[in-house]
């Protein structure tokens, strides 16, 4: 690993009490090229621009994906990773998906790893604050032809992060749009997936909603995800949610959210959650809460659902008596080690850790 470090840090003029979600980046960022078969060796160098021409294969024909993970800082200013693992394992799931070559583990894990130690600084500490992180792949071959690529490259860049939504959302249920069809790319992370989205979900916006609930493509009876969230309805005491499949994302929040409910006694049903079962639970009373999970948001409650041109105000309930509030401070604990950790899901990033690569 080659690493240069800048000598204008930015970090100073950076305000932990005042930014906004993914607007600053960190000093640094990891690139690493892909020719001729190989992968090269990894550089961490000051983040900035890349020169790269408009015929680059990426934007012309989409080979693109990303990851999204979080760096935390505990009150003793040490720092920590979240199931990187996990991450890892599913860039390359969405790197195979867009017959684009696999990263080395290496390279991800001690590259990011390195980049965390040497912006340590820039890592905010605090209720809801975190290091947002993008592992990405893309395509850098310049040449318009349909086909696969030659040339790629792995990048890591970052950005201080906070809550994404600062109160309960109001979700469209879709009966037209679909996020993603059998067969197709949707549990890869692949940039396509979420330009697809935004015009329907900005139609949305235009009726007052804040986000959508997608469903399958062949009937639009039964929930997919919610934005760009896995989705999850709680029903009397007993969470529902989509099982993934190649069209729901294996999303790490989601999976951290199942296994500790079950592991504070609460049924979890990963089954297929019907429109018109959530619907009816409404009009019953027996839908106590419905919430949406994912990285970036952690947990976003929902106010109220649209669906056939109605409206139905949802219960919002209090960090008591909500299961998504609770897990979701369950979850911050562990993540930011304010909590045990019974999963060992978090790692540590070791001071000096980047010292090894330092030629």
């Known amino acids: 690993m080659i690493i240069q470090k800048t000598t204008n840090s930015k970090v100073g003029q950076f305000d932990p009490n005042n930014f906004e979600f993914g607007d600053h980046f960190i000093d640094h960022m990891l690139?690493?090229?892909?020719?001729?078969?190989?992968?090269?060796?990894?550089?961490?160098?000051?983040?900035?621009?890349l020169p790269f021409s408009p015929a680059n294969m990426a934007f012309n024909y989409g080979q693109a994906c990303f990851e999204g993970m979080k760096?935390?800082?505990?009150?003793?200013?040490?720092?920590?990773?979240?199931?990187?693992?996990?991450?890892?394992?599913?860039?390359?799931?969405?790197?195979?998906?867009?017959?684009?070559?696999?990263?080395?583990?290496?390279?991800?894990i001690n590259g990011l790893k390195a980049l965390m130690d040497i912006d340590r600084d820039w890592i905010p500490h605090g209720e809801d604050k975190a290091l947002y992180i993008r592992p990405l792949i893309f395509a850098t071959e310049e040449a318009l032809k349909a086909r696969v690529a030659n040339k790629y490259m792995f990048a890591i860049v970052a950005a201080p992060s906070k809550s994404y939504y600062a109160a309960p959302v109001a979700v469209k249920i879709s009966d037209y749009y679909s996020r993603a069809a059998s067969g197709g790319v949707g549990f890869a992370k692949a940039a396509g997936?979420?330009?697809?989205?935004?015009?329907?979900?900005?139609?949305?916006?235009?009726?007052?909603?804040?986000?959508?609930?997608?469903?399958?493509?062949?009937?639009?009876?039964?929930?997919?995800?919610?934005?760009?969230?896995?989705?999850m309805v709680r029903i009397n005491d007993e969470i529902f949610t989509p099982p993934t499949s190649d069209k729901i994302l294996d999303g790490v929040t989601r999976d951290s959210f199942i296994n500790l409910a079950k592991k504070n006694g609460i049924t979890v049903h990963e089954t297929p959650v019907a429109v018109k079962k959530v619907i009816e639970a409404i009009k019953d009373g027996s839908l106590k809460e419905i919430w949406g999970v994912g990285t970036a948001v952690v947990t976003t409650q929902f106010r109220m659902v649209g669906y056939k041109g109605e409206q139905y105000e949802l219960p919002v309930l209090s960090k008591e008596e909500s299961f998504a509030l609770t897990l979701k401070e369950e979850l911050l604990g562990i993540q930011a080690n304010r909590m045990e950790d019974p999963f060992g899901w978090r790692q540590k990033v070791e001071k000096g850790f980047a010292q090894q690569f330092e030629k």
């Open 193 to 231: 997936n979420y330009a697809a989205s935004f015009y329907p979900t900005q139609l949305a916006i235009e009726e007052g909603y804040d986000q959508i609930i997608w469903t399958d493509d062949s009937t639009h009876e039964y929930f997919e995800e919610s934005g760009t969230m896995n989705v």
């Open 71 to 108: 760096a935390y800082k505990d009150a003793e200013g040490e720092i920590f990773l979240f199931r990187p693992e996990k991450n890892y394992a599913r860039i390359n799931k969405s790197a195979t998906r867009l017959a684009m070559p696999e990263v080395p583990e290496e390279v991800f």
């Open 31 to 49: 690139i690493c090229e892909y020719e001729n078969g190989a992968w090269g060796e990894a550089k961490i160098v000051p983040y900035g621009a």
